[in-house]
């Protein structure tokens, strides 16, 4: 079973930066198809904030381009998110999420997420 766990949230004031982890357990993220980080601020859907793929491509929100950038390391089986220039409108709980593809079959799995506070 995989197990992810979300770390490197806080309060940040706007314009500062955080580095989110999500270390993964019970299986290898270089193996998965998909990482990626979503997020969702009260009151509104979870939203997809960035991706990565198991060859390395990535994509984000338009609204975090330029900002924020996904990354992992295969050796400590951790996927990370850098936010920088960090906005009120950021705020939100962050859910790391793993996309496994076996044949036809696409298996997600989630972190219980990290909150992220930024003030103006």
């Known amino acids: 079973q995989v197990q992810l766990v979300e770390s490197g949230g806080g309060l940040v004031q706007a314009g500062g930066s955080l580095r989110l982890s999500c270390a993964a357990s019970g299986g290898t993220i270089s193996r998965f198809n998909a990482m990626g980080w979503y997020r969702q601020a009260l009151g509104k859907q979870r939203e997809l904030v960035a991706k990565?793929?198991?060859?390395?491509?990535?994509n984000y929100a338009d609204s975090v381009k330029g900002r924020f950038t996904i990354s992992r390391d295969n050796a400590k089986n951790t996927v990370y998110l850098q936010m920088n220039s960090l906005k009120p409108e950021d705020t939100a709980d962050y859910y790391c999420?793993?996309?496994?593809?076996?044949?036809?079959?696409?298996?997600?799995?989630w972190g219980k997420g990290t909150l992220v506070t930024v003030s103006s």
């Open positions: 999420n793993a996309e496994i593809r076996v044949f036809i079959t696409v298996t997600n799995y």
């Open positions: 990565i793929t198991s060859d390395g491509s990535t």
